[in-house]
């Protein structure tokens, strides 16, 4: 069956860093866009970024575009999210999906990674 776990999350400080993996089993990664999502308390969840199949095309959110990267390796079936100049409004949980061009995807999530950017 599909499966997609999240990792990496953590505490972290305004300004600092962090970088996701999502590792991904049940089908064929290098055949889908990937996407990651994010859920703050109390908000509904928000579509952050994409992944083409090769990885050679990627869109972001405007809130965390020039701040975050996606990118992916097909051979290890993994997803990936670098999260650099962090801010407390990035504070959410953060889970990959399989889809998701633009728009949270209708298709599977992982069970999420928790992201905390406080001082």
């Known amino acids: 069956q599909v499966q997609l776990v999240e990792s990496g999350g953590g505490l972290v400080q305004p300004g600092g860093s962090l970088r996701l993996s999502c590792a991904a089993s049940g089908f064929t990664f290098s055949s889908y866009y990937m996407s990651w999502v994010r859920q703050a308390p109390g908000k509904g969840p928000e579509w952050v970024s994409a992944i083409n199949t090769g990885g050679g095309s990627t869109r972001y959110a405007d809130s965390v575009k020039g701040r975050f990267t996606i990118s992916r390796d097909n051979a290890k079936n993994t997803l990936y999210l670098q999260m650099n100049s962090l801010k407390p409004e990035d504070t959410a949980l953060y889970y990959c999906?399989?889809?998701?061009?633009?728009?949270?995807?209708?298709?599977?999530w992982g069970q999420g990674t928790q992201v905390t950017v406080s001082s």
């Open positions: 999906a399989r889809g998701g061009w633009g728009a949270v995807s209708e298709d599977y």
